[in-house]
């Protein structure tokens, strides 16, 4: 196996990996927001079925005081997991363009050595 070779299948290996952590990451901030999201709407079905809807108040309901903490954790998660996609957007494009640099010469190689081929071909017919 040629060295250029090696090369370009450890950048599409690369390439690859970046864009799954890329979706991974966006998959888990979509699961965090709809935790997030659910969290909202039974702290609000909480607070209707008490009646009580200020935090401060002394009967406020310990459910809704707990998921609103809970809610609060998931979107400082969400907020610091598009902090790491912005990151790894930006190294799956890094490693995308440098892949991009590898496959034109592959390909050029190919082309050449069908060429190479081709020319011989006609030479016998």
Same mark, same amino acid.
């Given at each position: ?14 390439? /690859? ?5 890329? $979706?991974? %990451? !966006?998959?888990?901030?979509? &699961?965090? +927001?709809?935790?997030?999201?659910? @969290? ?35 979107? /400082? ?5 598009? $902090?790491? %996609? !912005?990151?790894?957007?930006? &190294?799956? +494009?890094?490693?995308?363009?440098? @892949? ?26």
């Amino acid at each position: 196996m040629k060295p250029r070779d090696t090369a370009l299948r450890l950048k599409r290996f690369e390439a /690859t990996e970046k864009a799954r952590k890329v $979706a991974s %990451l !966006e998959t888990m901030i979509h &699961d965090l +927001e709809q935790m997030a999201l659910d @969290l909202g709407r039974q702290i609000s079905a909480e607070e209707e079925r008490t009646g009580i809807r200020d935090a401060a108040h002394f009967a406020y309901s310990t459910f809704a005081k707990a998921a609103a903490l809970r809610r609060s954790n998931l979107l /400082t998660s969400v907020t610091d997991l598009r $902090a790491k %996609l !912005e990151i790894a957007r930006r &190294d799956h +494009e890094e490693a995308s363009a440098e @892949l991009r640099k590898l496959e034109p010469v592959e390909t050029r190689d190919s082309d050449r050595h069908h060429m190479k081929a081709d020319r011989n071909g006609l030479m016998i017919g």
